[in-house]
């Protein structure tokens, strides 16, 4: 399975603290309202079928369930995915649903069932990170898109993503990324070429640590999305 368990435990452990705004994952919560944004300017998503892969506690999906989408979340880690349904269902959000399931399996079981395919900070924690985006181009349906977002490898983003965020501003606990895993655009978007996905577009989030605000811009340097559409 395409997965690192050391990873699971890492995410696993912090699974209590997803809803919390001012926790470790304060920068999703931060974040999402930007990437829901760009999600949904180029793929409005009322009525849509939603597959989100690597959904941890379901703020990303949860978000998308209420501009009116048919979601479905799946991850690897069971306790994240406890925590996403106990949310959804406190929030009496009936149309997110959650599975344990890796994204292959899944792309295995329903090949192109899905309008939108989203996997977000998710590609930089696996081991093969193109046999995901293989499995995400098999899920969606043709004419459908794919969104992923990663961190660039240069030493701007070792700088920023690694001793910047976990070592001096303590916005992610440290350990949570390997530079060794952060992939290029040019990587990501070959890994989308040859899933048959064709690249409509790239967005980079920047961070300013002084007025502690996330933008999005062109520079692709460190955080940045990718939207991709699979050929009628």
Same mark, same amino acid.
């Given at each position: 399975?395409?997965?690192?368990p050391?990873?699971l435990a ?5 699974? #209590?603290?997803?809803w ?10 931060q974040?999402n309202?930007l990437?829901?944004?760009? !999600? ?11 597959l989100?892969v690597?959904?941890?506690?379901? !703020? ?13 979340g ?12 106990? #949310?959804?269902?406190e929030?009496?959000?009936? /149309?997110?649903?959650y599975?344990?399931?890796a994204?292959?399996?899944?792309a295995?079981?329903? *090949?192109?069932s ?15 990170p ?11 349906? *043709? ?9 660039n ?8 993503? !690694?001793?910047?965020? &976990?070592?001096?501003?303590?916005? %992610? ?20 070429r040859?899933?048959g %996905? ?7 989030? &920047?961070? /300013?640590?002084?007025t ?13 999305? !990718? ?6």
């Amino acid at each position: 399975m395409n997965v690192d368990p050391a990873e699971l435990a890492k995410f696993s452990e912090l699974a #209590h603290r997803w809803w919390d705004p001012e926790s470790e994952f304060r920068p999703l919560h931060q974040i999402n309202p930007l990437r829901l944004d760009w !999600i949904a300017r180029q793929a409005p998503l009322s009525g849509q079928q939603v597959l989100d892969v690597g959904c941890g506690g379901g !703020i990303l999906a949860e978000a998308m369930a209420r501009q009116g989408a048919e979601v479905l979340g799946i991850d690897l880690a069971s306790k994240s995915l406890k925590v996403a349904q106990l #949310h959804a269902l406190e929030s009496g959000l009936a /149309n997110v649903a959650y599975r344990e399931v890796a994204v292959e399996a899944l792309a295995a079981e329903r *090949p192109a069932s899905f309008d939108v395919v989203t996997c977000m900070e998710m590609l930089e924690h696996v081991p093969d990170p193109a046999s995901v985006v293989k499995a995400c181009a098999d899920l969606v349906k *043709p004419g459908g898109w794919v969104f992923f977002s990663t961190l660039n490898r240069n030493p701007k983003s070792f700088l920023f993503a !690694i001793v910047g965020a &976990e070592y001096v501003l303590n916005l %992610l606990p440290r350990g949570t990324h390997e530079f060794a895993k952060f992939i290029k655009p040019s990587e990501l978007a070959s890994f989308c070429r040859q899933a048959g %996905l064709d690249l409509q577009g790239t967005r980079g989030m &920047e961070y /300013n640590p002084l007025t502690k605000r996330y933008w999005l811009s062109g520079d692709t340097s460190v955080n940045y999305m !990718i939207a991709t559409r699979k050929p009628a």
